[in-house]
């Protein structure tokens, strides 16, 4: 799922790469997490709502519907939750507002795009190379979320083949 547009966005590009603007808000060194990552790269902080055509949309225009947290509309437009995502063809992470709370799960998913970032596979997410940058921020012990690469606790393409527990995982 690629963002195909950042109109609207709040965008917040980092001087020398790496993720001051999100570490930067959290208590701890920011300096040593960005120093375990392979490659830098820009990341926006957007509003909180995508449509299909990838625009974005604030809280304040978005009316949800009554069942749903992650549904809704935008002046007739349907909504729903932006997740976080890499753009390889713009090398460019983007945040959603509503993820950057707390501060266990915003460094984990920053370290996640960041492994999209490292792993040069833009046709299909989670190829080899990603699960291998995951598999390394593993080792280098950053706070990565361990379910993202494990068979039963994600949805993520390809972790049946080169996930934890894998034959190619374990050989990493
Ligand atoms: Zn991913």
Not at 44 to 53: H, K, L, M, Q, R
């Amino acid at each position: 799922m690629f963002c195909q547009q950042t109109a609207e966005v709040t965008r917040v590009e980092i001087a020398k790469g790496v993720l001051q603007f999100v570490f930067g808000h959290l208590s701890d060194s920011s300096t040593k997490l960005s120093a375990l990552l392979r490659k830098p790269c820009k990341v926006t902080v957007t509003d909180d709502w995508i449509d299909a055509e990838g625009n974005y949309y604030p809280d304040s225009v978005v009316q949800m519907d009554a069942n749903s947290l992650f549904n809704g509309t935008a002046a007739g437009i349907a909504v729903h939750r932006a997740t976080a995502l890499y753009t390889h063809s713009k090398d460019l992470i983007s945040v959603p507002r509503w993820m950057l709370t707390g501060e266990t799960a915003p460094r984990a998913l920053l370290f996640h795009e960041m492994a999209h970032a490292a792993a040069n596979e833009p046709d299909t997410d989670h190829r080899p190379q990603w699960h291998k940058e995951m598999n390394r921020l593993w080792k280098a012990q950053a706070p990565i979320n361990l379910h993202d690469v494990t068979l039963g606790f994600t949805g993520h393409e390809l972790v049946t083949k080169y996930g934890v527990g894998t034959e190619f995982w374990e050989g990493l």
